[in-house]
């Protein structure tokens, strides 16, 4: 992961946002909310970005190898019980 380019743009986008967002300028006032917006959405995108996709990630990633373990083990006694009749014969 490339965490450093992720927190650089954002706090680029951050600090170029914050004179907008703090209304100041003329008609500051009617584009400050907009400003909020933008970092706002800006940080929840880098929150997703950093914590929530890698976790979601790992949570599909473990329940991929728990299936891929569940039908080895399914195999294996089905494997078990075909054989099973052959030797008592």
């Given at each position: 992961?490339?965490?450093?380019?992720?927190?650089?743009?954002?706090?680029?986008?951050?600090?170029?946002?914050?004179?907008?967002?703090?209304?100041?300028?003329?008609?500051?006032?009617?584009?400050?909310?907009?400003?909020?917006?933008?970092?706002?959405?800006?940080?929840?995108?880098?929150?997703?970005?950093?914590?929530?996709?890698?976790?979601?990630?790992?949570?599909?990633?473990?329940?991929a190898e728990?299936?891929?373990?569940?039908?080895?083990?399914?195999?294996?006694?089905?494997?078990?019980?075909?054989?099973?009749?052959?030797?008592?014969?």
């Amino acid at each position: 992961m490339r965490l450093r380019p992720i927190l650089m743009t954002t706090a680029a986008m951050i600090f170029g946002m914050l004179p907008l967002a703090l209304g100041l300028g003329e008609s500051g006032e009617t584009q400050a909310p907009m400003g909020r917006a933008i970092i706002g959405g800006v940080i929840t995108s880098t929150l997703l970005t950093l914590i929530v996709v890698p976790v979601i990630y790992t949570y599909l990633d473990r329940l991929a190898e728990w299936r891929k373990a569940r039908r080895g083990a399914r195999l294996a006694r089905s494997a078990e019980a075909a054989d099973a009749p052959a030797k008592s014969d």
